[in-house]
């Protein structure tokens, strides 16, 4: 390798990487993955932690064993890898130029170039903004992201050993030449019918971190699908679904968020007959196949949730008075909420788990259902003989239903119909909540959501046992020094926590000299587990000679698990 010839502007970039060689026995060739300089540890073209500096990188190839160094790409920078191309180098390399894609190319944009290396193909890294959003047609591809270009230093010509930004006509001559301008093919089908959403492609990723699907959502953008799918096209057709829903069947935007994550590859862009792409025809399905898709006024996952609750299902006729209110409320929402006359609070199921209403969902419903009124039909009796004055009491209870009084008495009326008491809710103590779903202790079953196992408690993770964690094992082993026996004892320890059991009666106390990892592992368990985790102060369990009345420290302890 020639790294002395890499432009010294590119070296001053914190977004260099190592790579290693691993042969792909399915494609018969080896794969070039990414290797973080710090850790030796797998790096991610979409996570800016696992970049270093150049010279940490250059050491990290024999300290890793390593096979060269790479490059990864964010704004300014892009880079354009033309491959296969080996009778085309042969020919500039005998002065031959005359239709010569890699001499066009070269001459052209007049920035950085070097041989790839296998030697078959050239990498132009320049700065600018790429005119389009395909990224691929046949042996050209330019990426701006998501990708790393392995770098050999070996010069295409002396002369161009800068990094420049080519003039716009230029690139989208180039371009629109060799990879041409976005062809979106539409299906003819009433469900597929574009609902735009004017927010920003930011905006829609944060919209969709903070839903109930926010978790998966992340999965998608930022790594880790394997650990739920068996194949990433599966994956693929799960993120697409997701994005026609998030982005109301905006193609452009669905494409530009799909390229910006982590399961953007090669295929993406390959070419499908008759005129298509496996990108195009991934989103266009989503498109066609989606039939609800996200609004704006609907931003809180909770709302989200609950629409499909505040779906009228059938005609029914309703007394015009507070009980007749407080039917219209349980029909609509009766399965979603439940009251303790004891803890004189209100509880709301948000698809999760229970969570004391707060932040007055409660009264965000009862408003809806008062509206919702104006949708109803007025029943009139076939004898009657003037249905304008029964139209006008309807009007007139409409509008007293409105008011303060009307409202509180409908929430007064709710109670004693959905009264719970607080031991019903986690009282499975075999059962872990995850965002995910339930999972049972005893089997390692993990079941859906269900909004009868009356969890209030959530972990923060998703649970998967398909995955690995070097990190966290290699943490373990530096701060128990090793010791495997000890590791397995406060593995067993913290899975007895994951239960509510306390039948063994057991206090464990992490003994040590300060800064020797039990913050830190203490901090990771914790986040772990969501709101099953909780602290509290060492007074509450201490003895005393004077116990003066309910502790309100230990009340709040009901359903945890983990206590520090």
Not at 65 to 91: A, H, M, S, T, V
Not at 333 to 355: A, C, H, M, P, Q
Not at 420 to 436: A, G, R
Request: hydrophobic letters at 30%; glycine letters at 6%.
């Amino acid at each position: 390798m020639a790294y002395e010839h890499i432009p010294e502007e590119l070296k001053q970039q914190k977004q260099w990487c190592v790579y290693r060689l691993v042969w792909n026995e399915e494609r018969k060739k080896h794969t070039k993955i990414p290797v973080d300089p710090h850790t030796g540890n797998n790096g991610k073209s979409n996570d800016e932690s696992t970049w270093s500096d150049y010279q940490t990188a250059l050491s990290a190839i024999e300290k890793y064993n390593c096979n060269g160094l790479g490059f990864y790409f964010k704004k300014p920078y892009f880079g354009i890898d033309i491959d296969n191309i080996e009778g085309e180098i042969q020919r500039y390399l005998q002065g031959d130029i005359e239709t010569n894609m890699m001499y066009e190319f070269v001459t052209s944009i007049k920035s950085y170039a070097e041989y790839s290396q296998s030697g078959n193909g050239i990498h132009i890294i320049c700065k600018g903004k790429l005119p389009g959003h395909r990224r691929r047609k046949g042996n050209v591809e330019m990426y701006d992201s998501g990708r790393f270009f392995v770098m050999t230093g070996n010069t295409v010509d002396r002369k161009y050993n800068q990094v420049i930004e080519p003039s716009e006509t230029t690139l989208k001559l180039l371009y629109n030449r060799y990879i041409g301008g976005d062809k979106i093919v539409r299906f003819n089908n009433q469900n597929a019918s574009e609902s735009k959403i004017d927010l920003s492609e930011s905006e829609i990723v944060q919209k969709a971190y903070e839903s109930k699907q926010g978790a998966k959502f992340k999965v998608f953008m930022e790594g880790g699908w394997e650990a739920f799918y068996d194949s990433q096209s599966e994956a693929d057709i799960a993120f697409a679904n997701m994005l026609a829903f998030w982005t109301g069947r905006d193609y452009e935007k669905m494409d530009s968020i799909f390229r910006d994550s982590s399961l953007f590859r090669q295929k993406y862009d390959e070419r499908r007959p008759p005129n298509s792409t496996y990108g195009g025809n991934l989103l266009n399905k989503a498109i066609h196949e989606c039939e609800n898709t996200y609004t704006p006024s609907q931003s809180h996952g909770f709302r989200i949730f609950i629409k499909e609750f505040e779906e009228k299902k059938e005609d029914k006729f309703y007394s015009y008075d507070d009980t007749g209110n407080a039917e219209r409320f349980m029909d609509v929402y009766g399965t979603l909420v439940r009251y303790s006359y004891i803890n004189k609070e209100f509880y709301f199921y948000d698809g999760k788990s229970w969570k004391i209403d707060d932040t007055g969902e409660i009264s965000k419903m009862i408003d809806t259902t008062v509206d919702m009124m104006k949708n109803e039909k007025v029943y009139i009796p076939a004898d009657c003989e003037d249905p304008e004055k029964i139209e006008e009491a309807f009007r007139k209870h409409i509008k007293r239903s409105r008011g303060n009084s009307a409202k509180k008495a409908m929430r007064e009326q709710i109670m004693h119909r959905v009264s719970v008491l607080p031991d019903e809710f986690d009282s499975d103590t075999t059962l872990l909540n995850t965002q995910n779903g339930y999972l049972d202790l005893i089997s390692g079953v993990l079941h859906e959501h269900n909004i009868d196992k009356k969890f209030t408690r959530i972990a923060n993770i998703e649970y998967t046992d398909k995955i690995d964690a070097p990190q966290w094992t290699e943490f373990l082993n530096q701060i128990f020094d090793n010791d495997q026996e000890l590791i397995r004892y406060v593995q067993k320890a913290v899975g007895y926590s994951l239960t509510g059991s306390t039948r063994e009666q057991s206090m464990f106390v992490l003994f040590g000299a300060g800064s020797n990892g039990k913050s830190v592992f203490l901090d990771t368990i914790s986040y772990i587990m969501g709101s099953y985790a909780t602290n509290m102060q060492a007074d509450t369990i201490m003895v005393r000679k004077a116990n003066g009345g309910a502790n309100t420290d230990i009340a709040r302890l009901k359903g945890a698990r983990l206590v520090t």
